[in-house]
């Protein structure tokens, strides 16, 4: 095994761990999912780079680094929406007792906690059907590829698709973050405009990049049926 494998194959060993630290109560543990997120995110750069640098790309390559972004998209999607799902329909949500009105750190509501995103306009969540949209895509495109390559045609990533991507580490790299800085926030009962400043420039990055990954998430997937449709009905479309 060379060594852009090894990096990738380190990648999905740590995928379990990143997902089971994140919704650990304890800051620690999600300080420690957030700095293997980062190492993940920017290990997936760099071993793609390495390959082609130095001519080390091989099959198995090719196998591990979609599986292993495949893993932790659903590794980290699966968490948040478990850290944060269902807050607009929280009623009458209310503070732990170190910030005002919920608006700067988690939000209880009988038993439940949740850590959505703070922005100056109010809480931001994240509903099933964003989860849905964003794993339904990658499910059909992995299932479109792999009926796409029987048939002789190979669908390569295109521009959007990457910026997708790209924004999908922005958003779950902040709202990892935040995890991590609200829960030490609420242990040490941190307050003042400092702490409100951060939670909502944390929160405004977390929720634009949210929107912008969801929008090309669904953009990329129509422009992929768009150029390889006629492979659905049949027909066999030119790469």
Do not use: C
């Not at 479109?144 to 048939?151: G, H, L, N």
């Amino acid at each position: 095994m060379n060594l852009p494998n090894a990096i990738t194959m380190s990648r999905i060993a740590a995928t379990p761990l990143i997902a089971a630290l994140i919704v650990n109560a304890g800051w620690m543990p999600r300080l420690s999912a957030w700095l293997l997120f980062m190492a993940a995110a920017i290990t997936d750069y760099f071993d793609g780079k390495l390959a082609r640098d130095r001519n080390l790309v091989t099959d198995l390559g090719k196998i591990l680094d979609p599986l292993a972004d495949k893993l932790l998209l659903v590794a980290t999607i699966l968490p948040m929406y478990w850290l944060t799902r269902d807050v607009s329909l929280l009623a009458d949500p209310v503070a732990t007792g170190w910030a005002a009105a919920g608006t700067v750190g988690p939000v209880v509501h009988g038993a439940r906690i949740s850590w959505p995103f703070v922005t100056p306009l109010g809480l931001v969540g994240l509903p099933f059907w964003i989860v849905a949209i964003v794993l339904g895509r990658e499910v059909f495109m992995t299932v479109f590829r792999e009926y796409a390559k029987r048939r002789g045609v190979v669908i390569a990533a295109i521009g959007p698709a990457k910026w997708k991507t790209a924004f999908q580490l922005i958003w779950v790299g902040a709202a990892f973050f935040w995890y991590f800085a609200a829960s030490a926030a609420a242990e040490h009962r941190w307050r003042g405009g400092a702490w409100q400043a951060f939670a909502h420039f944390n929160g405004i990055v977390g929720t634009v990049s949210m929107i912008i990954a969801v929008t090309l998430t669904l953009y990329s997937l129509w422009l992929y049926l768009q150029r390889y449709g006629d492979l659905l009905v049949g027909k066999r479309t030119p790469t």
